[in-house]
């Protein structure tokens, strides 16, 4: 399974309708994602739309939209692996989820990334950053030392630039595509998702 988070703000509590441009990033993206995914059997996607805009801290909305939407996933598909794939505050909340048991790897985009956000967690998961080099929204660097910590400590934490690219996703947009393409469909090809995707609690 695919589930795929959008971004957003650091404080709103507007609505997100379904026409933010934030959101529509992640909905042509999830499209994509789903035309790659016909060719692995029973892999669904499936696109988050958080409930706010915002962040919120310290209430952090969109974790909890997060948590809900993989509690769905596990109640509806119990044993299945999750991976993330999320753009900006998206790609931050993919990552604070990577320990939960059925997430099994995070694609973050241009995440927004806290010097205070925990990178301890990220053991038993597979974990890409990428962010263009002309992005002026959030931090390319922070990314970038983000995987290298997480690096060092032994987790399977990578980060790639990619040139020319800003922070919408909509300027060579077929790069992010077809790094999310790689990423997911190596990952879901794997023997170790694929086991834990055949497996079913009694």
């Known amino acids: 399974m695919v589930l795929v988070l959008h971004g957003g703000r650091s404080r709103s509590v507007e609505p997100v309708k379904p026409w933010r441009l934030a959101y529509l990033r992640t909905w042509w993206l999830a499209l994509r994602i789903?035309?790659?995914?016909?060719?692995?059997?029973?892999?669904?996607v499936w696109l988050l739309r958080n409930r706010v805009r915002g962040w919120n801290e310290p209430t952090r909305d969109p974790l909890v939209d997060a948590h809900?939407?993989?509690?769905?996933?596990?109640?509806r598909y119990p044993g299945t692996n999750v991976v993330l794939i999320g753009h900006s505050m998206g790609g931050r909340a993919a990552l604070l989820l990577a320990a939960e048991p059925e997430v099994s790897g995070v694609c973050a985009l241009a995440p927004w990334i806290a010097a205070s956000d925990p990178w301890e967690h990220l053991e038993n998961t597979v974990v890409l950053l990428a962010h263009g080099d002309r992005d002026?929204?959030?931090?390319?660097t922070a990314s970038k030392d983000y995987a290298h910590k997480a690096g060092l400590a032994g987790h399977d934490v990578r980060f790639r630039t990619l040139p020319g690219c800003g922070h919408a996703m909509l300027r060579h947009h077929r790069r992010w595509d077809n790094l999310v393409r790689d990423f997911v469909t190596g990952l879901l090809r794997s023997?170790?998702?694929?086991?834990g995707t055949e497996s079913s609690p009694e």
């Open 34 to 44: 789903r035309r790659t995914a016909r060719a692995i059997p029973d892999v669904g």
């Open 68 to 75: 809900w939407a993989l509690a769905e996933i596990r109640s």
């Open 136 to 140: 002026r929204t959030t931090s390319a």
């Open 191 to 195: 023997p170790a998702h694929e086991s």
